[in-house]
């Protein structure tokens, strides 16, 4: 039972260039959130997703896609990255809306 | 809408010396309230929960009450270890998503 994990732990990108992140649970929970934290801000929530199938937006949506085609899944894309998304980013899980989040461990993400 | 304060950090402490975390919230309905830990380099995992008016949560020696008449939720630790340095986190849940505040951070010195 690995929980949350996310891919990759760490990127390095170019402004302008895309990639994907990518969080998988393993305890068939149904609602799945990406956040960014950065410093003196806290977590901030970027998308999230309520079940398969479903996305919907969050704090700070701007300039992210997300994707949910697989219950365990939960990808967060940035199309055209810009240095104002360096930051550190969590995705977290959890059976239903009143209930624990269970967090991965993070991936940082530094855009040049 | 719903929102989170908690006392800004950093907090410095001794070992062995009390700590309170102050954390109040604004939130429509009854939402359930959470403190969640973050220590270096991982993510954040729950230290306790409140699922309702009066109900306290406790673990690891920590404790927190959940106080309607005063909307807060403020976290209590009797003695803390060097162990307990880490960034604490209020939380509740509004609607379909989950409120956090700033985090305080705490270090604790021998």
């Known amino acids: 039972n690995a929980g949350v994990t996310q891919t990759p732990k760490f990127r390095v990108l170019k402004t302008g260039q895309s990639m994907t992140l990518l969080c998988a649970q393993d305890m068939n929970h149904e609602y799945m959130y990406w956040y960014r934290q950065d410093p003196g801000m806290g977590l901030r929530l970027i998308h999230y997703s309520v079940g398969e199938g479903t996305t919907a937006k969050g704090e700070v949506p701007d300039g992210y896609n997300v994707s949910r085609l697989k219950k365990q899944n939960f990808l967060l894309g940035l199309e055209s990255a810009a240095p104002s998304q360096t930051s550190v980013y969590f995705c977290a899980s959890s059976r239903g809306d009143q209930e624990t989040q269970y967090f991965g461990p993070g991936t940082r993400l530094l855009v040049l | 809408g719903d929102s989170v304060t908690q006392m800004e950090g950093p907090v410095t402490l001794s070992e062995e010396a009390c700590l309170t975390i102050?954390?109040?919230?604004?939130?429509?309905?009854?939402?359930?309230l959470f403190w969640y830990v973050q220590y270096p380099g991982e993510g954040l995992q729950l230290l306790l929960k409140?699922?309702?008016?009066?109900d306290k949560g406790s673990n690891k020696g920590f404790e927190a009450t959940y106080r309607k008449e005063t909307t807060s939720f403020h976290l209590e630790k009797g003695s803390v270890q060097v162990s307990d340095s880490a960034v604490y986190f209020c939380?509740?849940?509004?609607?379909?998503?989950?409120?956090f505040g700033p985090g305080t951070s705490l270090s604790v010195i021998p």
């Open positions: 409140a699922t309702k008016a009066d």
């Open positions: 939380a509740l849940t509004s609607y379909d998503k989950v409120i």
């Open positions: 102050n954390c109040t919230y604004t939130a429509t309905g009854y939402p359930s």
